[in-house]
């Protein structure tokens, strides 16, 4: 594997960091000026980047642009490297370096921070609490025992109908009974 294609990979892996170390040692042991020089100039702008994220004064939007102008600039300049560069001393350059990997865990808190502040709102104006949300809910119930519908039955004097009996049962005979005159008839 030639140092172009190693390049080319670490590239494919937006390994940054990787290609600008591999370009410096390139351009040490061939003794080029060119690409010593571009280099330099692209790892200023990686670090430029990397502290506007660090700092977290660059869009997400702007953030992408500049990280795909340093790519684009990368990859110019590992196609004007000869072909026949070899990759011996370059192996133990790589740093699998995941670019913004590191950066942007604030970006992440503060997204997980909007996150839980807008499920609160939410709990508030519901009237639930987020406990209440996470409780377990007991959804078993035993019913209460089925009593039947009452009889509407009145009863005056000694000659009442119902008998309630020693085990709490109600027993109406309706049987032994007169038929009363209606007051309210007068009959």
């Known amino acids: 594997m030639t140092a172009k294609q190693t390049l080319l990979n670490w590239l494919s892996k937006d390994d940054f960091k990787s290609i600008l170390k591999g370009l410096h040692h390139l351009a040490d042991r061939y003794n080029d000026e060119q690409v010593r020089n571009d280099a330099t100039f692209q790892s200023g702008r990686?670090?430029?980047?990397?502290?506007?994220?660090?700092?977290?004064?660059?869009?997400?939007?702007?953030?992408?642009?500049?990280?795909?102008?340093?790519?684009?600039?990368?990859?110019?300049?590992?196609?004007?490297?000869?072909?026949?560069?070899?990759?011996?001393?370059?192996?133990?350059?790589?740093?699998?370096?995941?670019?913004?990997?590191?950066?942007?865990?604030?970006?992440?808190?503060?997204?997980?921070?909007?996150?839980?502040?807008?499920?609160?709102?939410?709990a508030e104006m519901t009237g639930y609490s987020v406990r209440d949300i996470f409780q377990k809910k007991d959804t078993t119930e035993i019913p209460g025992e089925a009593l039947p519908p009452a009889s509407k039955a009145s009863t005056t004097g000694d000659n009442s109908p119902a008998v309630i009996t020693h085990d709490g049962d109600v027993h109406i005979n309706y049987g032994e009974t007169q038929p009363k005159k209606d007051s309210t008839t007068n009959k």
Not at 65 to 94: C, H, T, Y
């Open 46 to 122: 990686l670090e430029a980047l990397e502290k506007q994220r660090t700092k977290d004064i660059i869009s997400l939007a702007d953030d992408h642009l500049e990280a795909a102008k340093i790519r684009q600039a990368l990859l110019q300049i590992i196609n004007e490297l000869p072909d026949d560069w070899a990759v011996e001393g370059m192996e133990s350059i790589s740093t699998t370096f995941m670019i913004g990997s590191k950066s942007n865990w604030k970006k992440y808190a503060a997204y997980i921070a909007a996150f839980v502040a807008l499920f609160a709102g939410i």
